[in-house]
């Protein structure tokens, strides 16, 4: 199991259009193989602030997503990315709390 986790920072006022623009890749994301979780949410305290959470079976699950982009699509028009700190986690076993 794989779990991405952390945030990244853009300007406040331009973490709306951020967001907008890359709503459909959660969608994209959950309905891939593999895939057992994927958001990017808005912070609720720190407004410059996007959450990052995934959670996949498998490196070649999460590497198949990252790659399977459509050549023929403009990629959206992003904000400056400010600031990151987002980690891969390898994760041995799942319990129940």
Known sequence: MI????????????R??????????????RA?????????SADPIEPERIN???????DEDLISFRTSGNDENEPPSLPDVLGAEVSKY????VESP
């Not at 390898?90 to 076993?93: A, E």
Request: glycine share 6%.
């Open 32 to 40: 891939t193989t593999g895939c057992h979780d994927f958001i990017q």
């Open 52 to 58: 990052i959470y995934e959670r996949w079976e498998s």
């Open 3 to 14: 779990i991405i986790a952390g945030h990244i920072r853009v300007a406040a006022a331009e």
């Open 90 to 93: 390898r994760i041995s076993s």
């Open 16 to 29: 709306n259009r951020y967001l907008s623009a890359v709503e459909g890749v959660a969608a994209q994301a």
